[in-house]
Nanobody
């Protein structure tokens, strides 16, 4: 049973920073794109960032470019999302997802992700 567990969410003032972490149980030799998505209350889930299995390809939603950084540590089976200069529009539940990756390409489509964590709440106050 594959598990993804997010942590690091919380309440922060606008302009502040948070670092989200996702630990997974995917096999070390398997190839997965790892992504972060978020869902604000009453809205659809939104792609935030993703990193391909090799780490060579990274993508962000336009609204977080220059503020968020996705990274991973394969040895530790960890994926991170460093979030700086947060604003209230960043509020939501953040989910870590894993997508089988045979081409080392990014996908921004949540439906293509096979495994999901339970989410961690991020609240940014103005």
């Amino acid at each position: 049973q594959v598990q993804l567990v997010e942590s690091g969410g919380g309440l922060v003032q606008a302009g502040g920073s948070l670092r989200l972490s996702c630990v997974h149980s995917l096999r070390s030799f398997s190839r997965y794109t790892m992504g972060w998505f978020r869902q604000a209350s009453g809205k659809k889930r939104e792609f935030v960032a993703a990193i391909s299995w090799s780490g060579a390809n990274i993508d962000y939603v336009e609204s977080v470019k220059g503020r968020f950084t996705i990274s991973k540590d394969n040895d530790k089976k960890m994926v991170y999302l460093q979030m700086n200069n947060l604003n209230p529009e960043d509020t939501g539940v953040y989910y870590c997802g894993a997508r089988p990756d045979f081409t080392d390409q990014i996908s921004t489509l949540g439906d293509e992700y096979q495994y999901w964590g339970q989410g961690t709440q991020v609240t940014v106050s103005s």
